[in-house]
């Protein structure tokens, strides 16, 4: 299992952008895939962006592609999501998830292991 604790939510205004990171505990980090899904009130939540083991490899939403960009770390343990370009259809609790034994990151979320509390995104018009 993997521990994660997210960071780097806020209140932004439409065009702005947020960096949000990811801590991540145990040594199973760097064979597990690491992704972002977001939340919105009355949604499902859904995929973001996920990298995977070696940073080989990064996928997007359809959404966010060109806007927001996913990194990460396996010497600090830790995962990124710088978000540009943001607008309201952005809002929502964004979440760091961990998928330890798989190379490349899934979309579906059933598929990640490990979760984290979840950080709020609010960007106004």
């Known amino acids: 299992q993997v521990q994660l604790v997210e960071s780097g939510g806020g209140s932004v205004k439409a065009g702005g952008s947020l960096r949000l990171s990811c801590a991540a505990s145990g040594r199973t980090f760097s064979w597990a895939a690491m992704g972002w899904f977001r939340q919105a009130p009355g949604k499902e939540r859904e995929f973001v962006a996920a990298?995977?083991?070696?940073?080989?490899?990064?996928d997007y939403a359809d959404s966010v592609k060109g806007r927001f960009t996913i990194s990460r770390d396996n010497v600090r343990n830790t995962v990124s999501l710088q978000m540009n370009s943001l607008n309201a259809e952005d809002t929502a609790v964004y979440y760091c998830?961990?998928?330890?034994?798989?190379?490349?990151?899934?979309?579906?979320?059933?598929?990640?292991?490990?979760w984290g509390q979840g950080t709020q995104v609010t960007v106004s018009s």
């Open positions: 990298v995977s083991w070696g940073v080989t490899k990064a």
């Open positions: 998830a961990a998928d330890v034994g798989r190379r490349f990151g899934s979309r579906r979320p059933d598929d990640y292991g490990s």
